[in-house]
């Protein structure tokens, strides 16, 4: 059984595994990571294996008191990964898009990918069809610009995305929601548009955070699954398993 852990830019996200199948899922503050996997451990004792991801501030050091019980796994640039990587700066490449891309081909062979992840910041990753990793685009996530529009500005609020959609704003407010909404919209929609008329035979994933909100707002056709880096992390960890 694995316990697959993902170490994010705000929150640790975990979920336990059973083969393909998903028993269980957790988000919870880094400060506290000892604390939860050690309750994570007390619901599931069948664990013997943990999946590493981090992009955040955790190191090695912070999983130390679960050596001696489990087999504990980090991935690194140097793991091996179902694709071949193009990437310019290959050192560069964030981990945590590595581990999506993984999940991509892993799940949908033979074919073009464009794997969107919404969370603080919004990641595209492109692999083709031929398993070959080229790149993609980092953007501000929806959260962030909201907050960017008040830390940087004398009198526009700090708010939170709405359950309302808003075109043209009637207050200052609904401008704020229009704008950073719509502009997250487009700026998506644009950039698969973008690949469909480069590319056919083609799959796009959206994940993160903010997937289920833009899954529904949102023209293209997709499959939203939040919890796909996860998921991606398990199907990486069998990969290496048998391909070791």
């Given at each position: 059984?694995?316990?697959?852990?993902?170490?994010?830019?705000?929150?640790?996200?975990?979920?336990?595994?059973?083969?393909?199948?998903?028993?269980?899922?957790?988000?919870?503050?880094s400060d506290s990571i000892q604390k939860e996997i050690s309750k994570i451990l007390i619901q599931y004792p069948e664990i013997t294996d943990l999946m590493v991801s981090s992009v955040g501030k955790l190191s090695e050091n912070d999983f130390s008191?679960?050596?001696?019980?489990?087999?504990?796994?980090?991935?690194?640039?140097?793991?091996?990964?179902?694709?071949?990587?193009?990437?310019?700066?290959?050192a560069t490449l964030g981990i945590d898009r590595m581990i999506l891309a993984s999940g991509a081909v892993l799940r949908y062979p033979k074919q073009n990918r464009l794997i969107i992840d919404a969370g603080t910041a919004i990641t595209y990753d492109f692999i083709d069809e031929k398993d070959?990793?080229?790149?993609?685009a980092i953007?501000?996530?929806?959260?962030?610009?909201?907050?960017?529009?008040?830390?940087?500005?004398?009198?526009?609020?700090?708010?939170?995305?709405?359950?309302e959609d808003y075109f043209i704003g009637e207050t200052t407010a609904e401008s704020i929601h229009s704008g950073v909404i719509n502009g997250v919209i487009f700026e998506i929609e644009g950039y698969i548009n973008s690949l469909k008329g480069k590319f056919d035979n083609f799959i796009i994933i959206l994940t993160g955070g903010d997937a289920d909100f833009l899954a529904k707002r949102l023209k293209s056709t997709i499959f939203a699954n939040r919890n796909f880096l996860l998921e991606s992390l398990n199907d990486l960890y069998q990969y290496q398993h048998y391909n070791d």
């Open positions: 059984m694995l316990l697959a852990i993902d170490v994010g830019n705000t929150r640790v996200k975990g979920a336990v595994f059973k083969q393909d199948i998903l028993l269980g899922s957790f988000i919870f503050e008191d679960f050596q001696n019980r489990l087999k504990i796994h980090f991935i690194t640039h140097q793991s091996s990964f179902p694709f071949i990587n193009e990437y310019k700066t290959p070959k990793y080229w790149g993609g953007s501000a996530g929806i959260n962030l610009r909201y907050k960017a529009l008040n830390d940087y500005t004398a009198k526009l609020p700090l708010l939170e995305k709405p359950e």
